[in-house]
């Protein structure tokens, strides 16, 4: 039987999410009303809608269970416009793992969160499963991270020149960098703050380095219920 719940059990399957805790964080409802949406006794209401409308699921599908189940995207083509860029990736909730603060060595000083009690979650687009998010306090990134703002990390990604990482040393210290290159087993790393020289790291250094998604703004952060 096509109900509500069935079709929930396949958006929560296809969006990563594992429980109806989950399900009810990235909708920014209560428990409660989740448990209603699976008896059978509520219908989605405005603020559910509106979350999903930003997945790839047919509203009317997810309200009525009315094919077709995906939302159709139709782009007219012209001949002086380009394609923009797909968008790869499904939202996800990013568990808020810590604050991060540049300290004035250019060095990242963050207050992890234990992995099992995030400070809350934002919902952003990622395929990687291990995404993190960390909460920006201080004004020490401005102007391009500003205060309560957060910036998303996959840490499953592979990285290139160019690219913005957070780089984990194998004494325990973190930094916010640009890679600039990889080669004759060294990395080099512009710093965010231009304040900061560019540093040569050995490549034996490095234990890892996660991916910054960039920005994510603070009206994606959803307190845990």
Not at 38 to 44: C, D
Not at 191 to 199: E, P, T
Request: some cysteine.
């Amino acid at each position: 039987m096509d109900d509500l719940a069935t079709r929930l059990k396949q958006v929560m399957a296809e969006l990563g999410l594992k429980s109806s805790v989950e399900l009810a964080t990235f909708c920014n409802v209560s428990q409660g009303l989740v448990a209603q949406w699976f008896s059978g006794t509520t219908r989605l209401g405005p603020k559910p809608l509106k979350a999903f409308a930003r997945t790839q699921f047919s509203l009317d599908w997810l309200t009525d269970g009315k094919l077709p189940k995906y939302r159709p995207v139709a782009v007219e083509a012209t001949s002086d416009v380009e394609d923009a860029p797909a968008i790869i990736g499904t939202p996800r909730l990013l568990p808020v793992a810590g604050r991060v603060q540049a300290g004035e060595d250019g060095l990242l000083h963050i207050d992890d969160f234990p992995p099992e009690q995030p400070e809350g979650y934002v919902v952003w687009f990622t395929s990687c499963v291990e995404a993190y998010a960390l909460r920006v306090r201080g004004e020490s990134m401005s102007p391009r991270y500003l205060p309560g703002e957060f910036v998303g990390v996959d840490p499953c990604a592979d990285v290139y020149p160019s690219d913005e990482v957070i780089v984990l040393l194998s004494d325990g210290r973190r930094m916010i960098k640009r890679l600039l290159w990889q080669r004759d087993d060294q990395a080099c790393f512009e710093s965010v703050n231009k304040d900061f020289q560019n540093i040569v790291v050995d490549l034996e250094e490095i234990t890892a380095l996660h991916l910054v998604l960039g920005h994510i703004p603070k009206s994606a952060f959803r307190p845990s219920v």
